[in-house]
T-cell receptor, first 114, second 113 residues
Framework: DTGVSQNPRHKITKRGQNVTFRCDPI?????LYWYRQTLGQGPEFLTY????????KSRLLSDRFSAERPKGSFSTLEIQRTEQGDSAMYLC????????????FGPGTRLLVL | AQSVTQPDIHITVSEGASLELRCNYS??????LFWYVQSPGQGLQLLLK??????LVQGIKGFEAEFKRSQSSFNLRKPSVHWSDAAEYFC???????????FGTGTRLTIIP
């Protein structure tokens, strides 16, 4: 069990550029979650997958955001036409499908949009 | 919808002193509750969780939390803090069905020598 990994750990981009983040969950976990955390706040839910199916998206996830989990393993989160308000820490977590199983979090990707 | 409130934004305690971090929940039925810790530059680590049964829950790193229905609280405690406990602490409640977590705003803990 190597834990949840996220890449890159840091990303600086200019407004209007597209960025993509990757999350590799714990191998036997079939649920994968994305959260966003801004300074001084707790993480906020963005979306989650069970296997390759995206089952829920938050209203926080505008049309510029898209997430995929093509083979039910790793996931990507893409932000198109980034805005300064997108600057945040993007956290990925995974869990098994047992009811209320613990979510294990990755170290996050910190995005700064200039 | 279920939610949690952490009334203390920042707490400072001396090393070796006891600690209590507050968490209040808003939920009709008996909630399931979690405490996570986030060290600088790190992801969130689960300290403990309450599902049902014994209202005093033991966690990792010497932490414990007590569920009090009458006060709608799930406060985190530690009898003697260590400098390494300096971090941000989050209380969270899951949504039944998809288990997405709703977090409080967090309490930042500073330890002074």
């Amino acid at each position: 069990d190597t834990g949840v990994s996220q890449n890159p750990r840091h990303k600086i981009t200019k407004r209007g550029q597209n960025v993509t983040f990757r999350c590799d969950p714990i191998s036997e976990h079939n649920r994968l979650y994305w959260y966003r955390q801004t300074l001084g706040q707790g993480p906020e839910f963005l979306t989650y997958f069970q296997n390759e199916a995206q089952l829920e998206k938050s209203r926080l996830l505008s049309d510029r955001f898209s997430a995929e989990r093509p083979k039910g393993s790793f996931s990507t989160l893409e932000i198109q036409r980034t805005e300064q308000g997108d600057s945040a820490m993007y956290l990925c977590a995974s869990s098994s499908t047992q009811k209320l199983e613990t979510q294990y979090f990755g170290p996050g990707t910190r995005l700064l949009v200039l | 919808a279920q939610s949690v409130t952490q009334p203390d934004i920042h707490i400072t305690v001396s090393e070796g002193a006891s600690l209590e971090l507050r968490c209040n929940y808003s939920y009709g039925a008996t909630p399931y509750l979690f405490w996570y810790v986030q060290s600088p530059g790190q992801g969130l680590q689960l300290l403990l969780k309450y599902f049902s049964g014994d209202t005093l829950v033991q966690g990792i790193k010497g932490f414990e939390a007590e569920f009090k229905r009458s006060q709608s609280s799930f406060n985190l405690r530690k009898p003697s803090v260590h400098w390494s406990d300096a971090a941000e602490y989050f209380c969270a409640v899951p949504t039944f069905g998809n288990e997405k977590l709703t977090f409080g705003t967090g309490t930042r803990l500073t330890i002074i020598p």
